[in-house]
C-alpha cells in the first residue's frame, strides 16, 4: 500500500470575501467559512486517499476574529493522521486586508472524512507518515480527538477509550 506524508496532502485555498458573503455586521458569515474549510479539507483528504471522500465529523472549529468584506482569506488543511478508514484534517484560516498587508488568524478545525469505494462502503485509509515536529504533535493528538469525537458521537464508551483508560483503572 502507498504511504503519504501530510505534506503530500497540504491544500491552499485563497477566496475574497463579497458582499453577498457577509452577514448584518459586515463580516464574513460562519457558514461560509465553515463550506471553505470543508472544501478545502476534503481536497486534502481526497489527495491523501486519491479517492472521493464524505465529510463524517467536524468539530473543535473556533471563530476567533471576525472577518471583514474585501479581506483575502487564506484556508491552509492537511491530513494529520488516518485510523482504519477515517481521515483526519486540520485547518488554518487566515485573512488578510491587502492596502495595510494586516494578515490575523481568524479560525482552525479538525474535519474528518471517509473515503468510498465503488460500492459507497469505507475504504481503508493510506497510512500517512509525520515529518515536521507540528506534524508530529498532530499525529500524537489524533488519537485523543478521534477517541473524544467518537465517544460524544456515542460509537464508543468512554471506557474503552485508549487515551482515557488509565482514568477508569485507577
Ligand atoms: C461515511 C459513512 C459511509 C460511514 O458509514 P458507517 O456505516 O458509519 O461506517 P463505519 O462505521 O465503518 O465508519 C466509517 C469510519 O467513520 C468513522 N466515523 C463514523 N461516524 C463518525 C463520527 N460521528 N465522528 C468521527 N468518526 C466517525 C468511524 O470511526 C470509521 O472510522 P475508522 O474506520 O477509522 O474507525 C456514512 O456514515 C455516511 O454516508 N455518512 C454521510 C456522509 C455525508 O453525506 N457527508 C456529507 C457530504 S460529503
Redesign the pocket.
Known amino acids: 500500500m502507498d504511504q503519504n506524508t501530510p505534506a503530500y496532502s497540504r491544500t491552499i485555498m485563497t477566496e475574497i470575501v463579497l458582499p453577498n458573503d457577509a452577514n448584518a455586521l459586515n463580516n464574513l458569515r460562519g457558514g461560509k467559512i465553515l463550506h471553505w474549510m470543508d472544501i478545502a479539507s ?1 481536497i486534502a483528504a481526497g489527495k491523501h486517499a486519491k479517492a472521493v471522500v ?4 467536524v468539530d473543535q472549529v473556533s471563530f476567533d476574529n471576525p472577518i471583514k468584506i474585501g479581506d483575502v482569506v487564506t484556508i491552509e488543511a492537511k491530513v494529520t493522521r488516518v ?4 481521515i483526519e484534517t486540520y485547518i488554518e484560516v487566515w485573512a488578510e486586508n491587502l492596502p495595510s498587508q494586516n494578515r490575523y488568524k481568524c479560525n482552525t478545525a479538525y474535519y ?1 472524512f ?1 473515503a ?1 469505494d465503488s460500492n ?3 475504504k481503508k ?1 493510506i497510512p500517512i507518515t509525520p515529518e515536521t515536529a507540528e506534524e508530529k504533535n498532530q499525529f500524537e493528538g489524533a488519537l485523543k480527538r ?1 477517541e473524544i ?2 465517544i460524544l ?1 456515542g ?1 464508543i464508551q468512554a471506557t474503552e477509550a485508549e487515551s482515557f483508560k488509565a482514568l477508569f483503572n485507577q
Open positions: 476534503a464524505v465529510t463524517v465529523s485510523f482504519n478508514t477515517s474528518t471517509v468510498l459507497g462502503r469505507p485509509a478521534r469525537r467518537l458521537a460509537r
